[in-house]
């Protein structure tokens, strides 16, 4: 086939096929799932999300909103969907991630210009355009393919990932439903903590048992945007206090004061029937989970529909093996990108982003162009600037912050003035770069 070749049906994957198609260009998705299985996913949809449901901020000013806003430009399609799959949660960008799979996997399989493979691919080809997204959960064989190709190592790290309970499992009357300072609505149930329960709560923390690290992982890395909450407790008894659990803008509407500490639950489903805990993310065992968390009074008699739970997450030393566009170094592989967490992205958005660019630039190179990034005073500019740029010793996976763009002209006083001047000359540098470059459809022949 004179197209792209994607192995991975994961948001990266999906993304960057059906950009494929925008394009005019023919691809062939492998997705290793149902045959193959993996320790984080449960279906064998396409785009099945396995951590939260949440797609993080809508607001411009905000690191993840213009993310979102830069990628909407260009045409992202499962930012797109994420919309259509949206449910209340405030002015974050949450899904019902059954609908949300479900409606990813309609749209792929419904494209005539891509042909969904259910098998495992272990070969990369010399000479075909390839895109490989198959993320922090690799297969074995394939992970030993790619080794042999970039000559360098994987670096691993973990992602944990939060309870969730079941809503009606709560007890009524010791929450209240409201979003931090009254932004979006009442999208949020809200669990208060008094002084001392908040110490118990700490204690219950320092004091569980957890899964242990195999071998070979002991070695291994916390990513620190994704910490387990009893790592986080080991840091300071007030950790929680200034992170997850931190009460400002939340007052109890039955004293009219911010409590000690509040754990948040945010909606999992369009029903409201789940609810993720926020900042929970825990490798502490099952019987403890629900011990430790039964001091925070609404969750006394809570129903878990799924434990939180840790698994090993794998990326490539972007810096040292890659290219800027994600290809190998050395030149000897022209036509071979690498997209999604595999690449050093940390999160959703990021993991599409790079989908989305690796397809654009799979279709330049089949209509003999270069390669090409957007400036660095996007997000999407400044992502990829600190993959090539970071030093390999201290690499942990990005998500999008305002630290990875240049910093605003001087002068502007006020923390959210100079977001909103990052962002507006964000938002104009993405236009431009847009309208300037985005690769129209590529003759490259049909199926």
């Not at 785009?47 to 449901?53: F, K, Q």
């Not at 393919?145 to 969730?164: H, T, V």
């Not at 809570?302 to 990326?315: C, D, I, P």
């Not at 989908?355 to 330049?364: D, P, Q």
């Amino acid at each position: 086939m004179n197209g792209v070749t994607i192995v991975g049906g994961g948001l990266a994957g999906c993304e960057a096929a059906l950009q494929c198609a925008r394009l005019g260009v023919p691809s062939l998705l492998f997705e290793m799932r149902p045959q193959a299985t993996t320790p984080a996913h449960r279906t064998d949809r396409l785009a099945e999300l396995v951590c939260s449901n949440s797609f993080k901020s809508t607001d411009v000013e905000n690191a993840h909103g213009l993310l979102k806003a830069e990628l909407e430009r260009l045409g992202c399609r499962l930012l797109e969907i994420a919309r259509a799959a949206r449910i209340p949660a405030g002015s974050a960008l949450g899904v019902d991630r059954e609908r949300f799979a479900a409606l990813v996997t309609e749209a792929v399989e419904a494209e005539p210009f891509i042909t969904v493979v259910r098998e495992e691919r272990e070969e990369l080809v010399p000479g075909e355009v390839t895109i490989v997204a198959t993320g922090p959960l690799t297969s074995d064989a394939l992970a030993r393919r790619i080794e042999d190709i970039l000559g360098a190592g994987n670096l691993a790290f973990y992602d944990a990932i939060s309870p969730i309970v079941s809503r009606e499992s709560l007890v009524e009357g010791e929450f209240w439903a409201a979003s931090r300072y009254g932004k979006g609505g009442d999208d949020y149930l809200n669990c208060p903590l008094d002084a001392a329960g908040y110490e118990a709560f700490v204690d219950g923390l320092l004091s569980a048992e957890l899964y242990p690290l195999k071998d070979f992982e002991r070695d291994a890395m916390f990513f620190e945007g994704c910490l387990p909450i009893e790592e986080m407790a080991r840091r300071g008894r007030e950790t929680l206090r200034f992170g997850p659990l931190k009460p400002v803008g939340l007052p109890d509407p039955r004293t009219g004061v911010e409590p000690h500490a509040v754990l948040q639950l945010r909606r999992e489903n369009a029903g409201g029937t789940m609810f993720n805990l926020v900042g929970c993310q825990t490798r502490m065992r099952y019987g403890d989970q629900k011990r430790v968390f039964a001091v925070v009074p609404a969750l006394a008699r809570a129903e878990y529909l799924r434990h939180g739970q840790v698994h090993r997450n794998t990326f490539l030393q972007h810096s040292v093996a890659l290219d800027p566009f994600g290809r190998p170094k050395g030149g000897g592989w022209p036509g071979l990108f690498f997209a999604g967490q595999l690449t050093g992205v940390e999160g959703y958005v990021e993991s599409i982003m790079s989908g989305l660019l690796a397809a654009w630039n799979a279709a330049r190179v089949l209509g003999g162009e270069p390669p090409e990034l957007p400036p660095r005073e996007t997000m999407i500019g400044g992502l990829y600037a600190y993959l090539r740029e970071a030093d390999p010793q201290r690499f942990q996976p990005m998500n999008a912050n305002f630290g990875l763009v240049p910093p605003a002209e001087r002068g502007i006083r006020g923390k959210r003035e100079r977001r909103a001047a990052q962002s507006a000359r964000a938002l104009a540098a993405i236009e431009a770069w847009a309208e300037a470059r985005e690769p129209g459809p590529a003759t490259v022949g049909t199926r």
